[in-house]
């Protein structure tokens, strides 16, 4: 893992960007980290695009902060600069293709999407999780919060450091993430916007129902795939402050 | 209304047994609220019998007053120390046959077990109401709370003076209730209990959809009918101090 930049931003929080193998990343510490002990982290997932979405990561990070948490995110494999996937392209043309003719997107082609993706996605957050709990400021638990929710489940089942997620559901989900959800028995905080234009309400309700965590909370709003009310993210935020503090 | 009994609880709480015609009540009040601005009210619901449930109410009662707000509860047309209904009795036994016998619960008897609670128990809330804003210790905006949940709906569709409303989606629904949720325009914070043996989870899904209001959420947890995880309740007095503070 190398640091390629660092800026202290204006609450204090030192934001680092980094690469580990070629993938861009950025960590966010609190203000009093170096100090302190050791701080949790929360891993911070996304649909991919890190330039793109850098104004909501960074202020998911300043309330990991806030509450005493280090956050990180890497880019997904074929997003941002990272070199793209030709099969993903092609997953991605189809899918469009269908969502322009109103058709229902198959299962194939979400398996073609997504299931690539989970499978070289979630190693590179597994080595990421290795070179950020070797920092000195950084302990754990682990968390990991948002994000593409197949990679969320799959990170929840495979990866025993972390302790608890908070998972978006408004991405699609391959047949799979179902059986493999009711492997999952760590606790969850599942956000679903409930009209959401782009996502399968009831996929998301049935994904919910088969998670095997005996403690799991589903927090649904009103306000599209963007309009996540403030009062959700507060929601998500005490959820990791009971589960990592 | 008059106060039959008053005593202060060991935070501070103030409470006030009354009747109002007849009907038994109990008020709580901060144990800062004589001196300082009139508060916020919220209106506690419940299943029916005040006796029987009172540890669960003064728990919702003292959390109230943590959050600057008055409090308050009837009994229910029928339950606890009124007199029974004979209609009511006939609907509950037919209610219990029906699950001893492992049926489904037809519609016919849900309608005939909560809408004449409802027609009777709503203008009793409002009465309450009338009374209770009338006290110099309480003033808006005003909140409901729990209970059965075809009451909350109609008062929240006719009583103009409740300003948002944090239902329990535990109890049997009549068809009449999803045709008058889409008049429901208040904020709301729904609150399910995901396996809940006694209900019926689709039932309380499409009642969550049919809500008017542009604000709602829906927060369903793991745990049975009574397991109402302690951080719903958190997530429930968080709405109220949002919307009534």
Known sequence: MQFTSEQRLDDGVLEREFT???IPGILWTPGS?????PVPLILIGHP???HRMYPRLVGRARQCAADGFASATIELPGSGDRPPSATAEQARADLRR???AGERVS???????ILP??????PEWQATLDALLSLPEIGGPVGYSGGVI???VRLAVVEPRIAAAGLFAGSFVPRATFEEARQVTIPLHVLLQWDDEGNDRQAALDLFDAFGSKEKTLNANMGGHTGVPASAGDAAARFFTRHLS
């Not at 299962?107 to 999407?113: G, Q, T």
């Open 20 to 22: 580990l193998d070629e």
């Open 33 to 37: 980290a170096s100090a302190s002990a």
């Open 48 to 50: 991919g695009g890190v």
């Open 98 to 100: 269908a969502l322009e």
């Open 107 to 113: 299962e194939e082609i979400i398996d073609r999407l």
């Open 117 to 122: 993706l989970v499978e070289k996605a979630v």
């Open 150 to 152: 197949a990679i969320g």
